[in-house]
């Protein structure tokens, strides 16, 4: 999504009150959409996924905020595949170890820093991971907290979609800093993952974004055929 936070543009960039009050409207009305998306969801999840579509692509095309340049506005159209029932699901987050020794009075694990497409590396604390019962086998990713800013659950992946199908750098299904948060069970601990809502980084509609990426351990060995696309 667009603005500071997990994914910035250069410093001073845009810093004057007009584009503050913009990106405040940018991030109220993605906090909106995703509080209708979460409740849709509960009765029609694909039909939550197409008012999803439907509002991001005109976020995209019209908002001064819009992470995609101004020139290609006017024509942009967001591409998606078809959404896929059996690429949503619900799952536990298991405990980092490091964490249960740190609970324990031992010493704090240590910050997980993630490769940025530019600029500075940010910090994020790994507080557990997700395994995720894809058609083709279990896969286990490394769910984040964004250490700084507003926080927030952060979930960067990869798979073999990118660089053809999808930016090569990988794509986000979560981003809290951003209010991309698709719900989950406080009471049971878990998390909704549904990857027909993976989207891309701003750094893949223009390079001047600072996006941070998915690190080796979110990297899957198969392709996950949802969510938006690029070709």
């Not at 878990?190 to 893949?204: G, K």
Request: proline content about 10%; some cysteine; glycine content about 10%.
């Amino acid at each position: 999504m667009a603005g500071p936070g997990p994914e910035s543009r250069p410093a001073g960039a845009e810093s004057h009150r007009g584009a503050s009050i913009e990106l405040a409207d940018w991030r109220r009305r993605i906090a909106t959409l995703y509080a209708e998306v979460r409740d849709r969801a509960a009765d029609d999840p694909a039909a939550a996924w197409d008012h999803w579509r439907a509002v991001r692509e005109a976020m995209y095309r019209e908002h001064p905020q819009s992470p995609v340049p101004a020139g290609d506005r006017p024509d942009f159209r967001a591409r998606h595949w078809p959404y896929d029932p059996g690429l949503r699901f619900e799952v536990e987050v298991e405990a980092d170890g490091a964490l249960d020794v740190a609970r324990r009075g031992g010493s704090p694990p240590a910050p997980a820093i993630l490769p940025m497409s530019v600029g500075d590396e940010l910090a994020f604390s790994r507080i557990g991971r997700v395994t995720i019962p894809f058609p083709a086998g279990s896969r286990t990713l490394d769910l984040f907290w964004m250490a700084g800013y507003a926080g927030g659950l952060f979930l960067p992946f990869r798979d073999a979609t990118n660089g053809h199908e999808t930016y090569g750098a990988g794509r986000y299904l979560l981003d809290g800093a951003k209010s991309a948060d698709l719900g989950g069970d406080l009471a049971a601990g878990h998390l909704v993952l549904d990857f027909n809502f993976a989207f891309q980084p701003s750094c893949a509609f223009d390079p001047r974004w600072a996006c941070p990426l998915a690190p080796p351990e979110n990297r899957l060995d198969i392709r996950i055929e949802a969510g938006e696309r690029l070709a």
